[in-house]
């Protein structure tokens, strides 16, 4: 009997380091998610400010043409 105890006793405590692991690795893994995550939000959002700069940009070369030629209204 007190060997058997000994033995769920020695189960328990593995697990318990194996569950300490597995939930470090859980945390990196998620960690790695939320970084690429910020990522790509960053990535969109310099993409989406350069779009719009081109557009700016167009928008006044289309206008310069315009004014260049007469025209406007």
């Known amino acids: 009997m007190n060997i058997l105890l ?3 006793f020695i189960a328990a405590i593995t697990l318990t380091i194996w569950n300490g692991v597995e939930g470090v690795r859980l945390n990196q893994r998620y960690e790695r998610s ?4 910020e990522r790509t939000a ?3 959002e310099q993409g989406t400010s ?3 700069q ?3 940009r167009t ?3 289309i206008q310069e043409r315009i004014d260049k030629k007469g025209w406007s209204q």
């Open 42 to 44: 960053k990535q969109y």
């Open 59 to 61: 928008k006044q070369q």
């Open 34 to 37: 939320i970084e690429r995550h």
């Open 50 to 52: 350069d779009y719009l």
């Open 54 to 56: 081109y557009l700016e």
């Open 6 to 8: 000994q033995l769920i």
